[in-house]
């Protein structure tokens, strides 16, 4: 039962020692290789778990979320890390107010399965990216964990696989984060067929 949202009234939820032990961002980021002179969107940017390490890595950050009350958090942080470099922007559930080929990537982590439409949000996603940029997709595994949604709100990787396929994008690396969290990196621009 995907589509599901997070409650923004549980947002220690998304910062705490745990998930970050399991979760840790800038590992992630260092591992996903965002060059310094590139512009990333955070879709579902929460309040900001990845977008303040991405800012600090990357020239520029979109940070885009549904929701106003994780906006507001996520501004409060920037302030108080003095942070300049993000532009804060509601979102809609399947359009992203992002120009055609406007960043050079995109983490979209622990967003993939509360989307309503999937697979026009991927075909957004490639619309906004530049050819040869990448989106990144951060998942709760398909299994139980210590910490999560249940089972059936979870996704297979298998599932992503097809929505980004479809979308146009050809698949790149995987990883495995912990138990708990897999990495699924996706390519504008390269030969899906080449991928398998
Ligand atoms: C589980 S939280 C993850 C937040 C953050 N990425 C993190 O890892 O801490 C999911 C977030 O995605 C947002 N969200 C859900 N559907 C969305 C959509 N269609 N467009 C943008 N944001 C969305 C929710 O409001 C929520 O802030």
Request: hydrophobic fraction near 40%; glycine fraction near 6%; charged fraction near 25%.
């Amino acid at each position: 039962m995907p589509g599901h949202k997070f409650n923004p009234a549980h947002l220690q939820r998304l910062d705490n020692p745990r998930r970050r032990a399991l979760l840790p961002p800038e590992k992630i980021l260092r591992d996903v290789e965002a060059a310094k002179a590139s512009v990333w969107a955070d879709i579902g940017c929460g309040a900001g778990y990845f977008t303040i390490p991405l800012a600090k890595a990357v020239e520029k950050v979109i940070a885009l979320d549904i929701s106003l009350e994780m906006l507001q958090e996520l501004k409060k942080r920037l302030a108080e890390q003095q942070i300049h470099n993000v532009e804060a922007v509601q979102s809609d559930e399947s359009k992203i107010k992002l120009a055609d080929s406007s960043v050079n990537g995109v983490i979209l982590a622990l967003v993939a399965h509360e989307l309503h439409e999937p697979q026009k949000f991927l075909q957004e996603i490639t619309r906004i990216l530049n050819p040869g940029g990448k989106v990144i997709i951060v998942e709760w595994e398909k299994k139980v964990t210590e910490m999560g949604p249940p089972l059936d709100h979870r996704l297979e990787a298998s599932e992503v696989d097809a929505w980004a396929l479809h979308a146009g994008l050809g698949k790149g690396r995987v990883w495995q984060w912990s138990d708990t969290f897999i990495g699924l990196e996706y390519i504008k621009g390269i030969d899906t067929n080449q991928s398998n």
